[in-house]
């Protein structure tokens, strides 16, 4: 017998037709003789219609009123998934993440787990009861409801799974794997048999949509038997894991991330501790820097720029003209019409054609690169906008089409 940690996702239990489906691939699972434990997203777009309906009445609700609002989509899919195992006379029971309780911190909208008890839980599977949990929420240590961000409901699973030592923790979602690429915009795109946890995690930082990233991160500390597959198609996924098979020429895949902005600081006086001036006021207003590069410098001045999120460019931008006395620049400039375009892969660096044949395949389609940043199993540009999808599609047809 095993515990086996099964979570799906919101187009998944988008309706009754889907709900009924996937209480069939649970109660497929615990009838084998299986202590399974369940974890649910909300239905569809439940969580951006309850958005939609925040914003109408207030724009600026406060995140405490916006997790107590957004948890409820979870909480909706748990109870109708345990009326249908009811339905079918199966053992069971919903809870949801401060029943059982899911601690979390106190950051609303992207609180981070600290602490799961295992004892109602333990209790319940005792009693030979499936246990379906809701994803994306936690409770702080003031019992208040949290969210865990946007596509939380993955770092549940994996954190459940974590916590009761499972034997395997199953993302069911709408596609049947992780893929080389974007299959709907690259229709000759594989499906991966496996991955390493260290590609997933670039992948999935790099704007690759399958898993939440911090998931991942959980699943790699704790050594959690990840695996990704459909709900619709009873065909093996793909698996995350510590080492993948041997061979490693070729990449795992390429991402694209069309969410990035870029900032130059032009003109700033070259001195020691600029940099560090300049991004430590950043974080100190938590905005998130990625790319970086610093120019070589004129003869007293250097530019640096860098990338952040779409939605902190104004603030980043504001904070620095605020600051512009201090920091000694002479101008800002932003670009919001940037995308970055990435390939992942575990023998990447000890492979040092593989960024060369990335370049090249981005030379023939004629686009130029505005910056470069690597990692050692990842080599990522940015690019105009413009050109993102048909980057995406170059850098995939010369590693997988030209092989
Ligand atoms: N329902 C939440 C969202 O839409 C969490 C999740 O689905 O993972 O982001
Ligand atoms: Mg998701």
Redesign the pocket.
């Known amino acids: 017998m095993s515990l086996i940690v099964q979570k799906f996702?919101?187009s998944s239990v988008k309706d009754a037709k889907h709900i009924r489906n996937v209480a069939g691939i649970i109660a497929e699972t615990y009838l084998q003789g299986n202590d399974v434990i369940v974890v649910l997203?909300?239905q569809g777009?439940?969580?951006?219609d309850l958005i939609a309906k925040a914003e109408e009445i207030n724009p600026h609700a406060s995140k405490r009123e916006m997790d107590m609002l957004?948890s409820t989509?979870?909480q909706i899919s748990v109870a109708l998934c345990a009326m249908a195992l009811e339905g079918m006379g199966l053992p069971c029971v919903s809870l949801a993440a401060w029943q059982v309780s899911i601690q979390s911190t106190s950051v609303h909208s992207d609180a981070r787990i600290k602490k799961i008890d295992s004892e109602r839980i333990r209790a319940e599977l005792d009693q030979h009861r499936i246990v379906i949990v809701t994803?994306?929420q936690g409770v702080d240590r003031n019992g208040d409801v949290t969210?865990?961000?946007?596509?939380?409901?993955?770092?549940?699973a994996v954190a459940l799974a974590a916590a009761f030592r499972a034997d395997l923790c199953q993302i069911y979602t709408d596609v049947d794997g992780v893929y080389t690429t974007d299959p709907r915009l690259v229709p000759n795109a594989r499906k991966l048999d496996e991955i390493t946890y260290d590609e997933m995690l670039e992948l999935a930082s790099q704007g690759a949509q399958v898993l939440?990233n911090r998931s991942v991160e959980l699943a790699k500390k704790f050594r959690v038997n990840l695996e990704v597959l459909s709900s619709l198609e009873r065909k093996p996924g793909t698996k995350v894991k510590e080492v993948t098979k041997v061979e490693k020429t070729n990449i795992a895949g390429v991402a694209k991330d069309t969410s990035v902005a870029r900032v130059a600081l032009v003109g700033l006086e070259h001195n020691p501790g600029v940099a560090f001036q300049v991004f430590d006021l950043l974080s100190k207003h938590n905005i998130n820097v990625d790319v970086i590069l610093q120019s070589i410098g004129r003869e007293d001045t250097k530019d640096i720029s860098f990338t952040v999120h779409k939605k902190d460019l104004e603030e980043t931008v504001q904070i620095l003209t605020d600051s512009k006395q201090t920091l000694k620049f002479d101008h800002i400039a932003a670009d919001d019409h940037i995308g970055k375009v990435s390939i992942v892969g575990a023998g990447l660096m000890s492979n040092c054609g593989v960024a060369a044949k990335m370049f090249e395949a981005l030379y023939e389609a004629g686009i130029n690169i505005q910056m470069i940043n690597t990692s050692e199993i990842r080599v990522s540009v940015l690019l105009d906008e413009d050109d993102v999808n048909r980057a995406v599609k170059a850098i995939h047809a010369k590693f997988f089409d030209e092989a």
């Open positions: 996702g919101g997203s909300a777009d439940t969580t951006d957004l989509g979870e994803g994306f969210t865990l961000g946007r596509g939380g409901s993955d770092t549940s939440h």
